[in-house]
Nanobody, 115 residues
Framework: QVHLVESGGGLVLPGGSLRLSCAASGSIPTMWTMGWYRQAPEKQREWVIGISSDDMTNNRDSVKGRFAISKDNAKMTFYLQMNNLKPEDTAIYYC?????????WGQGTQVTVSS
């Protein structure tokens, strides 16, 4: 089992920045993939950005150049740095952890971009 705890959401002005954190604990496998999804009101959940245990990263086009994912292996904590935020980035953001056999989801954190 892997337990995820997210933090860092909030209200920010357009053009502002936020950093989300996702702390993983429990039985962490050697090989994994971790990512962030988001779900805006009345929209389907969508994948945003991901990183693997061998440091491969990928992201959706709409956040390219604005969002970055990183990790602290010692703390087993993952970060989503979001810059130049736009109103369309408003959503609940979820971290997800994939092992070969399972997936685990965080509780979600609200990000609101509004003036």
């Amino acid at each position: 089992q892997v337990h995820l705890v997210e933090s860092g959401g909030g209200l920010v002005l357009p053009g502002g920045s936020l950093r989300l954190s996702c702390a993983a604990s429990g039985s962490i496998p050697t090989m994994w993939t971790m990512g962030w999804y988001r779900q805006a009101p009345e929209k389907q959940r969508e994948w945003v950005i991901g990183i693997s245990s061998d440091d491969m990263t990928n992201n959706r086009d709409s956040v390219k150049g604005r969002f970055a994912i990183s990790k602290d292996n010692a703390k087993m904590t993952f970060y989503l740095q979001m810059n130049n935020l736009k109103p369309e980035d408003t959503a609940i953001y979820y971290c997800v952890f994939y092992s070969i056999r399972n997936e685990y989801w965080g509780q979600g954190t609200q990000v609101t971009v509004s003036s």
